[in-house]
């Protein structure tokens, strides 16, 4: 893979060595440092790196893997999920019913990032339980809407014949 980025590899390494001299005073006095520092900054850029192209391949998949009418795969388990946050809340019963179909409506249609902003952003009862929803949610976000497991492949193809 490295043969491909030759000259990426020497622009990026120029730039970053610029950097370092530029903002390193008394580079001299700090050579017994340089070589921990240099191999953190590094794997900062490789972890910043592989972070972006994760978020486009994610963005990618979700995207394709997206078709209408298509259901969430595990929508009994994440209604589960819903319950046990919105029992939290302490509403009367009819209203927890109304809110979790409301919230399960949402994920269905892709807009699983807005459900997990309002739990995030919910301060009454019940607020522990929510933000436990909420990292669930964030967890498992890319099962929220279909994604190409192979086990439900088979699945969706009898749902949809």
Excluded at 123 to 137: D, N, P, V
Aim: proline share 2%.
């Amino acid at each position: 893979m490295n043969e491909k980025y030759i000259l990426v590899i020497e622009k990026v390494s120029q730039i970053l060595f610029e950097a370092i001299i530029i903002k390193e005073e008394n580079l001299k006095d700090k050579i017994f440092e340089i070589d921990t520092d240099l191999l953190s900054l590094l794997r900062a850029i490789g972890w910043r790196v592989m972070s972006m192209l994760l978020t486009i391949l994610i963005s990618q998949v979700t995207t394709q893997a997206k078709k209408p009418g298509w259901k969430i795969q595990r929508r009994p388990h994440l209604k589960e999920h819903l319950y046990a946050g919105v029992e939290a809340m302490e509403f009367p019963e009819k209203l927890k019913h109304s809110i979790v179909d409301a919230l399960v409506s949402l994920i269905e249609v892709g807009k699983v990032h807005k459900v997990i902003k309002k739990l995030q952003n919910y301060q009454g009862t019940g607020a522990k339980e929510i933000e436990t929803l909420a990292k669930y949610l964030i967890r498992f976000r890319s099962l929220c809407s279909l994604s190409k497991i192979p086990e439900f492949r088979i699945t969706n193809r009898l749902r949809r014949s």
